[in-house]
């Protein structure tokens, strides 16, 4: 496993198109789906997980093999996110009802999803207003600690070398985040 890193992590460092490919095809998806679930925008979530490759490749050479590409790549990601919303909070001068209404379009102009019975609806967007305030309530760290931890299921160390946080900040961020997203379950129930 360990000369199978290493191979690929050679490749990659003489920007071998396969290796590249082959690493951005294993783990493309989570650094999207953690930017999404962080609350970035589809767009912007795309934007992040390419940034998060462009800065992979730009940092190979201080990259040693010895933490799992993953969790190297959910690293990135994490300072990519906080340097995406300082920008945000100095840039934000549009109107909000305007890009939630224009991210239900997609770049052709036709719905991204179709359109639902409006009860279903209804009580889907009620479930997702919940836990958004619920995740919305905790600070970004603990945010990213409950997505690291329970979505993407890194274990503590991981998330520690992640968030440049000991583990043991980390048993204490973890126990609140769950703890509401719990509550939200059983009060959707």
């Not at 290493?6 to 990659?12: A, F, G, I, K, S």
């Not at 300082?86 to 991204?112: C, H, M, V, Y």
């Amino acid at each position: 496993m360990a000369k199978l890193r290493e191979r690929v992590l050679t490749r990659l460092r003489r920007r071998d198109p396969d290796a590249l490919r082959e690493i951005v095809d294993e783990h493309a998806r989570p650094p999207y789906r953690a930017a999404r679930d962080t609350g970035f925008t589809i767009e912007e979530a795309e934007d992040l997980a390419q940034d998060v490759f462009v800065a992979f490749l730009e940092s190979l050479e201080r990259f040693e093999g010895r933490a799992q590409s993953g969790t190297w790549l959910f690293g990135i990601l994490h300072h990519k996110a906080q340097e995406r919303r300082r920008s945000r909070a100095r840039d934000e001068l549009n109107d909000p009802i305007d890009t939630a209404f224009e991210a239900q379009f997609a770049i052709r102009g036709n719905w991204i999803r179709p359109l639902t019975a409006s009860d279903r609806a209804a009580s889907a967007h009620e479930a997702g207003e919940a836990i958004r305030e619920c995740l919305e309530g905790l600070p970004s760290l603990q945010r990213e600690v409950f997505q690291l931890r329970q979505v993407e299921d890194l274990s503590a160390p991981d998330v520690g070398n992640v968030l440049a946080q000991t583990v043991t900040h980390i048993g204490v961020r973890e126990p609140r985040a769950v703890f509401e997203a719990d509550l939200v379950q059983r009060l959707l129930r």
